[in-house]
């Protein structure tokens, strides 16, 4: 929010009358990282500064800070979000120019580099930009500021096969969810690559929940559970092969032959406890859980027979589980599993399968949630058979993955070693104090495991990016070392991904009693600083997705009470 005593309609104003420069170099000097905090749309005053810089914040978080080199492809961005949201053409580019030259002036910028005609002119590029359709008002928050897409210039760095899945799918928020999907499946499909995070060894399992209401294009992650059964059906083939062999055995020769065991590669959520451990272990430790409804996995989990949350969470540590049962003296040992997990679920199944915040469960979940477009869609405006390209896809999926599944042995040294470059590492430390940071900064401890194991996920996502790229056309010996544009690509998912973290968060803390017994008013009282003007009040107010007005009433509510004293206009004080 803009200060109180800050214009918000200059529609008609010419540039020297734009509200004073200062208060502009205030409001953005006082925001270190303003893309991170809540952005407040008012779509019935579509032509305001405020709106202007909630479009250019929502630009930030979604295409990265803007820099000489990505100026003009930023730009024409930023005039194609202004295009879809109903802002009109001059008093966009009027505006911007004006919000940049003080916004560069106060970072030390080389302001006539961002006031030059012909930069400017990319705003208007924007808005030559055919469009399938301008966002209603009505959908403007829900379509654009809910949680960020990935960053679609990312998209095209991506290895080329994950580049070219991702091609099949327009609709950006069903092509991010088979982005997810895909990277939960490749996970689980190389378990030779493995790299050291934190002075251990680890493998590049992960564990995704992609959360969207009924009817809101999850089902697209059916064509990457194809690509997976592709994988369970080499297994299959291979015992079948192998069991063949046992059977033309004679009896002597039996006694002294191992019989086979069939390797599941998709894991079912509806288990035991007992039977997914002997699951992993025929496994030889990996494989993947996969479910278009939460609720399976849930259920199994909270079942008599079923609580294996505890398994779940050191199987994304690779951690060692060990199982011993009086029944035939039965003695389960797996080293170092490494289950991967992809769910999909309406935001309320979020609840039911890990409860609150507290659960260590739901740390080690990347998620990705979303609200679908409303209205009909054409599901006759794309032609192709899926199936046909996607058996294609799995079956260079499954090629690709073979070297490194088949004959795979844990707990040797038949591994291949993923590094970071040196200044990768110092990079990969910035970017995951940064994130860190933000989040703490609202939550403090309760986000922590969250925040902190979204670094391990980060390191996980390079490793899985690289050995894809790598091992396309050649399989990997020795050492696998990340290249830059791999990294890069991490980084911009792991952004985005630390949005949804804290969205997911502030849903499950949503209608429940904060920690000692302190409501949501309290705990936002709480974390305001002793001293306080009323940006740094809408601040807090945005990181914990507390609506501005219902903010603004939790502090006149606090005068009245005497909890705080307005010391003078636009400035608090607490007693």
Known sequence: MLNENLETDVSTSCFQDIPSIDLYARYFKSLEDFSAYRMDYH?????????????????????????????????????????????????????????????????NFDEDMYLRESLIQNIKKGYEEKLIEIIPDNEIEEELFYTPIFNRDMFQKLPPFIKDI????????????????????????????????????????????????????????????????????EFQLQYNLAFQEYESLD???????TKPELKKFILPTDTSNAK?????????????????????????????????SDILRKTFQNEAIRRERKTENEYTSIKAPALSILVTGTPKQINNLVHDVENGLNSRFIHYSYLPKRGWKNVFEESRDLSIIFKSVSIELASMARPYLQNYQPG???????????????????ICEKIVSRLEYIYGDDIRGSAYRLGLIFYRICMILATVRQTKNNSLVGKLVCADYDFECAASIIDTLSYHTAKIFTDLKACKK???????????????????????????AGLMSINPKTAENYLTKAIQLSFLTKVKHNHYKKL
């Open 43 to 107: 779509p019935n005053k579509k032509n305001t500064i405020e709106n202007t810089i909630a479009l250019i914040r929502l630009n930030l978080r979604d295409y990265g800070e803007f820099t000489k080199q990505n100026a003009p492809n930023w730009l024409k961005k930023l005039g194609v979000l202004c295009k879809k949201t109903g802002v009109d053409k001059e008093f966009a580019v009027k505006n911007v120019r004006q919000i940049f030259k003080t916004r560069c002036l106060s970072n």
């Open 166 to 233: 991702l091609s099949l799918f327009p609709v950006d928020r069903e092509c991010d969810a088979v982005l997810i999907a895909l990277l939960t499946l490749l996970s689980s499909s190389f378990p030779k690559i493995k790299g050291v995070y934190d002075s251990r060894l680890y493998s590049m399992n992960i564990f995704a929940f992609i959360s969207a209401p009924a009817a809101a294009g999850k089902g697209v992650i059916c064509w990457i559970e194809k690509c997976a059964e592709a994988i369970q059906e």
């Open 251 to 257: 009896d002597e020769a039996k006694k002294s032959a």
């Open 276 to 308: 997914f451990t002997q699951s992993l272990s025929i496994n030889k430790e990996f494989g993947l859980m996969l479910d278009t409804e939460a609720d399976t996995l849930a259920t199994a989990n909270a079942s008599k027979h079923g609580n294996f």
């Open 412 to 430: 040797v040294d038949d591994y291949i070693l993923f590094e970071l470059t040196k200044q990768q590492q110092d990079r990969f430390n910035e």
């Open 514 to 540: 904060i920690k000692g017994n302190k409501q949501i008013k309290e705990l936002y009282l709480e974390k305001l600083p002793d001293e306080f003007n009323r940006e740094d009040a809408m601040q807090v």
